[in-house]
């Protein structure tokens, strides 16, 4: 039998050696494939992936000896995903608590440090409650499915993220999309879907592609003249925006009038993955009885859990690093502006460089990595077509150094490839 084995490992036919699937279908399949991904590659918009040799952090070692890269892509905006604090609570969790659950939580996948989590995330965003997701991703597709029914209606930002819109395909409401950030057709929209029982206003609270912030006091003052509810995602304004970093709501002093939260744990808090849900407590008690991403996904590892608890409580003792984002935010938006670039959005530590052409961001970032500038091209179909960029993201962890030198590479490459005059 062992002769056998090793004829066919000699042959390429042994367990390790990649098989493609056999018959004119799966050939066919093959063939359009490649065919399409040929497309992306000629339309300029194919995504490469950089391998990271190191810590996420603010200066990185790529994979084959990249080192010295100053990281500007990442969502690591208060650096806590190197913080000495936060990885020793970690391996702390680790150890005590082991590896994963290998369950979901109603069976045998809810620890004590799950619980004490949920108890501190509601605390933080001063809710009633909290349930935890392996994803915000995960959180988006759960809630509008199990709160809403044919009944009622939503009432979603056109610029929401992928996980807002696919979390409401999912649901049997009546769907009404407004146009980005417009309150007019908000208003519009909400008088039209009067006649439903339930309405929910749903949007970002800042907008990852543009870096502008949803206008909250005037949404929230339209929920109220119209009897709606509001949900806000905060994945992108969690742990920086507003005097606590408590997100957008803070920021725009509407804590009370906003119902539903859903943010993550794998940007700002420790940035290694899962997201939460946060709100009255009959809706997570809700939710634990009909979230499908809930009921039918594993556990958070406690490693995961372990970081985000010990960045809850960094945020907690100390809003200095969650203020410390303002000025590096304003400092690289004001250098960018007087270069002679257009940066979209307002205040934001995310910070787009509109260049329009996607070959033109993609070539640009390439361009900035020889110069030692981690950075991405954004195009179709994560931003409309002619509305390619190069989202540039600021953390708290970034010295002035660091922004200045981003500053003169992209000031550099903008003028070798026409982007500046």
Request: proline share 4%; aromatic share 6%.
């Amino acid at each position: 039998m062992w002769r056998a084995a090793a004829v066919r490992v000699l042959r390429g036919g042994g367990a390790g050696a990649p098989r493609a699937a056999s018959g004119a279908a799966a050939a066919q399949l093959r063939q359009r494939l490649e065919s399409e991904l040929e497309d992306i590659r000629g339309a300029g918009t194919w995504k490469s992936e950089r391998v990271i040799a190191s810590k996420q952090g603010p200066h990185l070692r790529l994979a084959g000896g990249g080192g010295g890269i100053i990281n500007f892509c990442a969502n690591n905006y208060l650096g806590l995903s190197s913080h000495p604090e936060v990885i020793r609570a970690a391996v702390e969790a680790l150890e005590k608590f082991g590896a994963g659950l290998s369950s979901v939580r109603f069976i045998c996948g809810t620890q004590s440090i799950h619980k004490d989590l949920e108890e501190k995330i509601a605390r933080f965003h001063q809710r009633e409650d909290a349930i935890l997701y392996a994803s915000c991703f995960d959180a988006n597709a759960g809630i509008f499915e199990a709160l809403l029914t044919p009944e009622d209606a939503v009432l979603s930002d056109e610029l929401n993220h992928a996980s807002i819109i696919d979390g409401i395909r999912l649901c049997k409401a009546n769907k009404y999309r407004y146009k980005h950030m417009d309150m007019q057709d908000l208003e519009a929209k909400l008088q039209e879907a009067q006649k439903h029982r339930l309405r929910l206003v749903a949007t970002d609270g800042a907008f990852s592609m543009d870096g502008d912030i949803a206008p909250l006091r005037e949404i929230c003052q339209l929920a109220q003249k119209y009897d709606a509810l509001v949900f806000i995602d905060e994945c992108h304004a969690t742990g920086f925006l507003g005097p606590n970093g408590r997100g957008t709501d803070e920021l725009l002093g509407v804590m009370d009038k906003v119902t539903i939260v859903n943010s993550t744990l794998g940007k700002a808090l420790g940035g290694a993955a899962g997201g939460y849900t946060t709100g009255p407590k009959p809706l997570i008690d809700l939710l634990r009885q009909r979230s499908r991403p809930y009921l039918f996904s594993n556990s958070l590892p406690p490693a995961v859990v372990g970081c985000a608890s010990k960045a809850l409580d960094l945020l907690m003792e100390s809003n200095a690093i969650a203020q410390s984002m303002a000025a590096k935010t304003q400092r690289f938006r004001s250098k960018m502006t007087a270069a002679g670039f257009t940066i979209s959005g307002k205040d934001h530590p995310i910070c787009p460089v509109m260049l329009g052409d996607a070959r033109l961001a993609s070539v640009m970032a390439e361009d900035m990595l020889n110069r030692g500038i981690y950075v991405i091209g954004f195009s179709y179909p994560v931003v409309p077509k002619g509305k390619a960029r190069i989202r540039v993201q600021i953390s708290a962890v970034h010295s002035d150094e660091d922004i200045d030198r981003c500053v003169e590479a992209f000031t550099e490459v903008g003028r070798k490839h026409g982007a500046l005059p």
